[in-house]
């Protein structure tokens, strides 16, 4: 049995907000029962959602916060008066030993200023990363950074390799993880300038925790030839919602097709297949290096990709997924 945990929930973030929140939580009590939902927002609201679903009353404590973080604000702008935001006590739930870890589905930038000033990070991490599960022809890599840093260097890079190396052997326990730098091309004199002193960097490395494989090209990314793919943040999260927009596109037509085809074809294979490119189900990304573990949901994702972002919570906690990746991580120059 899964042992209990508390979430602390940024209930006011994101699209669509708390509702979707409350309906995903109530999903994901389903199927985890053992779940406690701090719910940091407006009372008055939150109580107007939940009052009449017993489930979730039994399941969860509201605590009331005046603010709200919106998505047009600035990281800075967030910062400044923030600090009785619903987003800002749902992070420090954790320093205050109240919460096992954080999920919002709020502004992405403003959610990482605020947990690293309240968690800090980890010793000789410069910059968090956005990591998520990508699926694969062979299971599922790990794609980091997903939007929580623009612009990065070389060093932020290699720091990303080891983070996410560390992540994958702590989820999946498997052999030393294969290590790509995402780039335009394979050669080595292509890409970007911080690309090519990474790429560099790596290739003289001889680390133990992972075996870099040198560059590997966006249509490759689901092919398994790598099992943790490293870039920036703006081209991580190009990446992803180009991914995401693709994926929708063809399981929306393959919904409108089924009843059509599924005389002539296998029903049952098509369905498995429309299943496994539901970007809903990979939905909740880790900031890697904080102290303390962060999950950032889509912001426009709905109540059924929200209750998998709890799933992922309860995957981090279960697993000890912070303890392993600072085991894993050993030491970074």
Known sequence: ?????????????????????????????????????????????????????????????????????????????????????????????????????????????????????????????????????????????????????????????????????ALFKSLFNERKP????????????????????????????????FKFCGYIEGNRIMSGDSDVIITDGFTGNVALKTAEGTANFITNGLKDSLNKISILLSYNKLRKFKNKLDPRKYNGAIFLGLQGPVVKSHGSIDRIGFAYSIEMCNKIINGNLINKIKSNLNSID
Not at 78 to 91: C, E, H, Q
Not at 189 to 198: H, N, P
């Open 1 to 165: 049995m899964e042992k209990k945990i508390t979430i602390a929930v940024d209930a006011m973030g994101g699209e669509n907000s708390p509702k979707k929140v409350i309906d995903g939580i109530n999903i994901s009590l389903d199927s985890n029962g053992e779940n406690y939902f701090l719910l940091f927002g407006k009372k008055s609201v939150l109580e107007k959602h939940i009052s009449k679903n017993s489930k979730i009353i039994k399941s969860s404590e509201i605590i009331h916060t005046e603010d709200v973080i919106m998505d047009t604000e600035s990281p800075l702008t967030a910062l400044k008066r923030g600090n009785n935001s619903s987003m800002w006590k749902s992070i420090e739930a954790q320093n205050e030993k109240i919460a096992n870890i954080t999920l919002s589905a709020g502004n992405t930038g403003a959610l990482l200023v605020m947990s690293r000033m309240l968690l800090k990070t980890l010793d000789g991490i410069e910059k968090p990363a956005l990591a998520g599960l990508w699926p694969s022809n062979f299971g599922m890599n790990i794609v980091l950074d997903l939007g929580a840093n623009i612009e990065c260097n070389e060093k932020n890079l290699v720091d990303f390799s080891k983070m996410g190396s």
């Open 178 to 209: 294969k290590v790509s730098l995402l780039n335009v091309g394979l050669e080595e004199i292509k890409g970007k300038e911080f690309l090519k002193k990474a790429f560099t960097l790596l290739k003289k490395s001889d680390d133990k925790d």
